[in-house]
């Protein structure tokens, strides 16, 4: 009798553990996945962000050119996979609209020129 009750303890034990070793890594998971696309999110901003504040420095956005979905500053590659880009100039305040990676991250620039 007493080996059956061990035996059952034991059963139990490992469904429990089973159980909480499944739903651990089912939350794993998700944790990994949404680190990743927040870290691609940052990094994505980061370098439009690099990028504004280099074309502010510059003050020169005429050597700007969008090209197969590449974006060039005098002839040197500025930015990759431009999704969308539009680029109006009011009087002297440039407004450059602009999306990369599949328009996963967006900004709107408002520059003086």
Not at 12 to 21: D, G, H, K, N, P
Not at 75 to 90: A, C, Q, V
Request: net charge positive; glycine share 0%.
């Amino acid at each position: 009798m007493k080996k059956s009750i061990v035996l059952l303890e034991v059963i139990v034990s490992l469904l429990l553990f089973s159980i909480i070793a499944i739903v651990s890594s089912k939350m794993l998971f998700t944790l990994i996945s949404k680190n990743n696309n927040d870290t691609f999110i940052v990094e994505n901003n980061l370098i439009l962000e690099t990028t504004r504040l280099f074309l502010t420095k510059k003050n020169d956005l005429t050597q700007l050119v969008l090209n197969d979905s590449n974006l060039y500053f005098n002839n040197n590659l500025l930015l990759e996979n431009i999704s969308k880009y539009n680029f109006s100039k009011k009087e002297d305040i440039v407004t450059i609209d602009i999306c990369i990676n599949k328009n996963a991250t967006c900004q709107v620039w408002k520059l003086q020129n």
